[in-house]
């Protein structure tokens, strides 16, 4: 994938609107670092085109944290990309959006390491980073596969700011609309 040369700007936004969504996050910072089982998706949404953030536990989506340690988890981290490279994030109602641009960063949460001294094989995360591009315009309602590819992410966190608005949505287990209050 290649990567986002805007994505720190939209990263700063959605990181600025989302503040007034989520006052106390900078308070239990630690909890939504690295919780197993929580994910946290964030969308900015300009017109037919979205710029997403997924920040995940490793476990969430691999299974396990540390690094691959035989033939059968490299695979699995393997196709695990693969499909994060290629699959969007979220689709328009006329599920027409494609990946075309992107980045992956899988590797130890260091914040966790040093604040609780563990090991540096025991905290991995993913971060991705995707551009989409949608013939239907994003607006009203979007859908993720997130949590039915990965069964392990059993409480995705949403945000999304777009120019009618911001908004978050939680969704669990079995879930996967997203409904846009613009």
């Known amino acids: 994938m290649t990567s986002l040369p805007g994505l720190p700007v939209i990263a700063l936004a959605l990181a600025c609107a989302a503040t007034p969504l989520n006052a106390s996050a900078a308070d239990d910072h630690h909890q939504q670092a690295h919780v197993h089982g929580e994910a946290q998706l964030q969308i900015a949404i300009d017109g037919h085109t979205a710029e997403l953030i997924l920040r995940s536990p490793a476990a969430n989506l691999l299974g396990f944290e540390h690094q691959p340690k035989n033939d059968g988890q490299d695979k699995i981290l393997m196709e695990t990309r693969e499909w994060l490279t290629a699959t969007p994030l979220v689709q328009a109602k006329g599920n027409d959006c494609t990946v075309v641009a992107g980045t992956i960063h899988y590797g130890r949460d260091r914040s966790e390491d040093d604040d609780h001294g563990h090991d540096s094989d025991n905290h991995s995360d993913f971060e991705v980073t995707q551009r989409l591009e949608c013939e239907s315009a994003l607006a009203d309602a979007l859908t993720?596969?997130?949590?039915?590819?990965?069964?392990?992410i059993e409480?995705?966190?949403?945000?999304?700011?777009?120019?009618?608005?911001?908004?978050?949505?939680?969704?669990?287990a079995g879930e996967k609309g997203i409904e846009l209050a613009l």
């Open 155 to 172: 409480d995705l966190s949403v945000e999304w700011v777009s120019t009618s608005g911001q908004g978050r949505a939680e969704l669990h």
């Open 144 to 152: 993720t596969p997130l949590m039915e590819h990965f069964p392990g």
